[in-house]
């Protein structure tokens, strides 16, 4: 046992030795591997036009779509392979978002990045930081290749200020998703209620549906992280992407903390917490509505039907101004590649949101087409009056906004998220909230 | 095969385990290595072994020097304390494992392994495992194990030190017996001397890792060569004796007793130091005799043992503790005191401890 | 009297325990064989209304299951045989050989226990794809081929073998190597079945690292199937439920068919300090 | 007694040595010291491997950042919730399974199963039954009076029932390592000290007790160490987040999330190297206690 002891504590002396003396080695390497990386570095891509894929290509794309959106994507991307000659587009699961996000990390260390990833915005700072996306604008300004003005302002203007950064585009945008307010038909019906348009409206109607069973409001579990919506909707700013500012605690930041507080802790509302996704608890009938992401649409569509349950979805209530966050990941392209590669790339971006393919990608998935020609083609028109649910997330897209698109936006967003959650919890009042949440956000932005 | 060891010694990280130990072994004799544990017995069978390699010194087998010699090409057999049999295998797969080891074929193992089986007296038992026998069974198949090679030299360490009393001198006995037919050189560790005594060729006694004496048992007995080694020899041990020598009277006197043992015969007093030890067997003592010529004693006695064969007497020479075995034909009755003889003795140089005189009866030397 | 009754008790305790240990079981199957509206009805039931053994089907047919469970069946064989040779080695090294600065190597190596698994995800990666292993069934495997708990168990096992039984091999004529293999190998049988056990089930179960390591389906193991079921709104659990329960029970199997070595395996590896 | 080794020697043995030590030099060792490396750059391009200045800074952050301490809070409260538990309980239920009764083999499997089962699996089995409303958990606590508990709600409860869910899971094994444990002990001093008049349980608290306690100081630290590092557990229960309001975020949670949310290396190794030597010190803690304690 003794000895097992020393052995111990000669062990740690020799890590420790270790690490000292593996140091000076360690900014040789550094060295010759950075002179070599640049090496590789492909000069910027000039004159477009000017490449032909004549030489089979294969690309990689990462995506985190399971289940049926995975099949959805696959079928495209074989129409997409069928139709180019000499490109192959491999899709590659890579599990969840947080998955894919830590398999892009390591792959970025490892130099083995694929060709295109999905990935949100927030994501893209940190890539476009690290120096690892392309420039897409000669791609779209591109004769042969690129866009035409009408084509490329047929992508929703929301989605393509989303994916672009001082004026360059890094990313197309594909899954988009936006907050819904999904409810209970039957319960509005029963109780005679209309269904809220305004905060004032839904606090009323939240009262009057909130009984034993029944609590009126849901939100999902990310209701910290996603508070922006309601910022906004009360007219404020949560943060400002041209000055780094973060705004919330302000007069709205208060005013909107300070209603849904007052939803959760009077009983009328509540968080889908334990449950995971609101969607389980609607389709039981526990709440009469709850606001969610249009992508969980598909998730409350069955067991809600086999349950008997009627429902519909509404566009989310205002109150100074309406506001609907946009979520969901943009294809965005790796700059390590071959000008071949990333032309074949770029050809397969174009193609996955092009209006057929957007068009029948939302009618799988639930998410919203990107393209203002799908939201105006016949098929649909028709789809969303067969399925109403569908046709609403579109309605907001004129006013629609998204996450702020800050260096270190996790971090930054936790760390508020954190703070509102106390505030919530009933740990701190709105005003101690808003104070602490200002703090975190400076200490987190000022990093 | 002879074995020579010269000025062999090992040296642990810290102690001497055996120091510059030079002796030689006869072809076909059984030696003991024997001594209180800690003396370097085993550590001296292991360098035999090849197990161990010597800091100092040589060891020949015949004219080869083997010191580099790893155990497996040492042309050994070896049977250990706790028998180390392969608990997985059968005892004929036991038995056939060094043969295996040599790439012997399989059927000349297989009648090799039966025939050391029947010599050993376990040909019954051979599919069964270690864990299924009697410890003298499993001694028996690490001696069969040992052999089977036909190696020149057999290494037994405490191989009977497990085995209860009536089983051990079987055993021993069956040991002599197979290494007779055999004829194999043999070495066996001990602690126990009379184990030693009743099976060895020679015994070879150590203490501290340094050789006492090497010698026949007989002769180790009769004639040990200082007082450790006619301590350790016999059951119960000698009695011993602080004397000082009168040398006019020619005579030692017992100290704090008024007790003295004319020394007797040719003896050149005058090389005797002052003070010296005397040790006599229990055995020695003796109440009749033919000669006249016998020192004779006076016992007061306290307790009288009878064993059958013999009378254990317990009792007093002067104001010292003594132990007398006399043959039980004797007619003691309820005697309190008695006169015996004294046949033979042995007296040491105190101060040396080594032996200078042997009384043998008839006082010669 | 009193001897049955505390037997009654015994059995009533342990029936209880095991109760509470198989809930979430009975829950998982029971969930597995319902209608998505079901799942989600409260109160719950615990026998399925209608049971839906085609969720098994829908499930299985949700991922390329079988090439994953081709995978998984590789994997958990390949990294399973090779660490139970490198864990005998050095547990061989660790328990009957000298050397110099053995003790020392030792300790190093038990102390990596104490850093967090996740910590060494990147730089792996990292030498992986260094080597050109990522999406090959060397990155699944060959991290995993060493696991310093397998030889701390072994070579505990070992030294209870006693010493004399190397000496003997050794006379006998036996090389250090052919002495590990004919005659501890054997021996420590039941060790060797732990260590196995304990590493295929790691292995069956792990997840993080195949994701991150491969790169194609064709590649991929049976838990990484299991993110089939989930999205970012919500979760198909009644056919998660089914892949689930399919995926545990070969790993109880297997268990079941071995367990009786793994009590005289730990048992024997004598757990001295 | 040990021979010194020789040359010869040395080379035989790390020949042996060799493929496991490639193997876990390349894919443990190595890692490890480069991330104890990389917890003082203070200024580092992690993905060129440019280190801009070395310095303290990571551990001043981690050192002054509530969450840190937070975590490390949990860590120790779930320390101590299942450390201790998990080992009573399984030794219980190992010396109920010892005593000789039928179908101790369907037992034994039964109460292994939580170890065979990834966490993922059955983590999400757990959320349900600690549903607040309708999970089971809640229902068996009505029948005492108890009014539903929050348990994945309410800041106050996640540690509990992430510890509750542990203890359960762990149990399998130790209750393994028990069993061989008990299997050691000769059934001769129980003969003997029931002839000497011992009870039932005073036999368990004079003999098994003393005579197993090698085997409870290595599933201690095996117990212990492993909690430390607790992970799987926390992300899976409550779907990739540490619990309501960061209730129960644990310090590799806390590493996992500087690492792979927020890419601040540096602090991440900062964070797993405080973790280190905390585990470190425990274990020579209990090794010292051990060696004073240990019967045999």
Known sequence: ?447 | MEIKLTNLAMDFQQTKAVNDLTITIQDGHLVSILGPSGCGKSTTLNMLAGLYKPTAGEIYFGDKLVNQVEPEHREIGMVFQNYALYPHLTVLKNIMFPLKMAKVNKKEAFERATEMAKLVQIDHLLDRKPGQLSGGQQQRVAIARALVKNPKVLLLDEPLSNLDARLRLEMREEIRRIQKEVGITTIFVTHDQEEAMSISDKILLMRDGTLQQYTTPLEMYDKPSNLFVSQFMGNPPINIYKATVNKELKRVELKNSNVHIPLLGNVDVTKFPEDVIVGIRPESFVSETSSKELPQVSISINLIERTGRDTLLSGKIGEQQVRALISSKQQLGNVEELSLYITEFTVFDSETENSIWYFDGEGAQ | MRQAFSKGFIYILLTIGSLLMLLPFIWMISTSLKTPGEVMSMPPTWIPESWKWDNYLKAWEMAPFLRYTLNSIIVVIVSTIGEIITTILAAYAFSRLQFWGRDIVFAILLGTMMVPGEMLLIPNFVTLSNLGWINQYEALIIPWLASIFSIFLLRQYFLGVPKELHYAAKIDGCSNFRFLWSVMVPLAKPAIVTIALLKAIGSWNAFLWPLIVTQSEEMRTLPVGLTAFTTEAGTNFELLMAASSMIILPMIILYIILQKYIIEGVSKAGLKG | MNQKPTLKDTLIGYSYLLPALIILGVFSVYPIIKSFFMSFYADYDFFKDIVHSYGFDNFIYIFQDTEFYKSLTNTFIFVIGVVPASISISLVIAILLNSKIKFGKLFRTIYFLPFVTSVVAIAIVWQWIYHSEYGILNYFLGWFGISPIEWLNDPKWSMPALIIMCIWKSLGYNIILFLAGLQNINPQYYLAAQIDGASKFKRFWHITVPLLSPTTFFVSIVVLINSFKVFDEVFALFNGRPGPGYSAQTIVYYIFEKFYNEWEFGIASAAAFVLFIIIFIFTLIQLYVGKRKVNY
């Not at chain 1, 959106?69 to 997409?80: C, R, S």
């Not at chain 1, 989303?162 to 899954?175: I, K």
């Not at chain 1, 649409?297 to 086999?306: Q, T």
Request: glycine letters at 8%.
């Open chain 1, 1 to 447: 046992m003794r000895k097992l002891w020393l052995m111990l504590v000669c062990a740690f002396a020799v890590l420790v030795l270790a690490a000292c003396s593996s140091g000076s080695n360690e900014e040789q390497g550094t060295n010759s591997n950075g002179t070599s990386k640049q090496g590789t570095e492909k000069a910027e891509v000039t004159g477009i036009d000017g490449i032909e894929i004549t030489e089979p290509v294969e690309i990689e794309f990462w995506h985190a779509m399971s289940g049926d959106h995975e099949k959805a994507l696959q079928k495209i991307t074989d129409d997409f392979n069928n139709s180019h000659e000499n490109i192959t587009v491999k899709l590659v699961n890579q599990g969840g978002y947080g998955d894919l996000s830590t398999k892009v990390m390591a792959a970025a260390k490892a130099n083995t990045l694929p060709a295109l990833t999905q990935a949100y915005e927030d994501w893209m700072t940190e890539y476009i930081e690290n120096d690892f996306i392309t420039n897409l604008n000669p791609y779209v300004e591109s004769e042969k290749y690129g866009f035409t003005d009408d084509e490329f302002n047929d992508i929703m203007e929301v989605f393509r200020e989303m994916n672009t950064w001082d004026g360059v585009l890094y990313g197309l945008p594909f899954n988009k998703s936006t907050q819904l307010m999904f409810y209970n038909v039957t319960y509005f019906e029963e109780a005679g209620l209309e269904v809220p348009t305004t905060w004032d409206e839904m606090k009323e109607a939240a009262e009057i549906l909130t009984n034993d069973d029944v609590i009126a409001i849901g939100f999902e579990n990310g209701l910290s992280i996603g508070f922006n919506q309601w910022v906004h909707q009360a007219g404020g700013q949560f943060f400002d992407e041209a000055t780094g500012e973060f705004k919330m605690n302000s007069e709205e930041g208060k005013y909107a903390l300070t209603y849904v507080n007052d939803l959760i802790q009077s009983g009328v509302a509540r968080t889908a917490g334990e449950d995971g996704y609101m969607s389980g608890p609607f389709a039981r009938g526990d709440v009469a509505m709850y606001f969610g992401s249009s992508a969980g649409l598909p998730y409350v569509a069955a067991p809600a039907a086999e349950n008997g349950i009627e429902w519909s979805t509404a566009v989310l209530p205002s109150d100074a101004q309406s506001a609907a966050p946009f979520a969901g990941t943009n294809v965005t392209m790796f700059n390590h590649l071959s000008d071949e590669e990333k032309l074949a790339a770029w050809q397969y971006m174009k193609f996955l949101i092009n209006t057929d393919n957007t068009i029948y990608w939302a009618q799988q998935s639930g998410y919203i087409p990107v393209r203002q020609s799908a939201l105006d083609s016949d098929e649909w028109k028709s789809y969303v009056e067969e399925n109403p649910t569908y046709g609403v997330a579109q309605q907001q897209l004129e006013y629609g906004f998204y996450d702020p698109r800050v260096k270190g936006a996790y971090a930054f967003k936790n760390a508020v998220a954190k703070e509102l959650d106390k505030v919530f919890l009933g740990e701190y009042t709105v005003e101690e909230g808003l104070e602490a949440a200002d703090k975190a956000a400076a200490k987190e932005l000022g990093k």
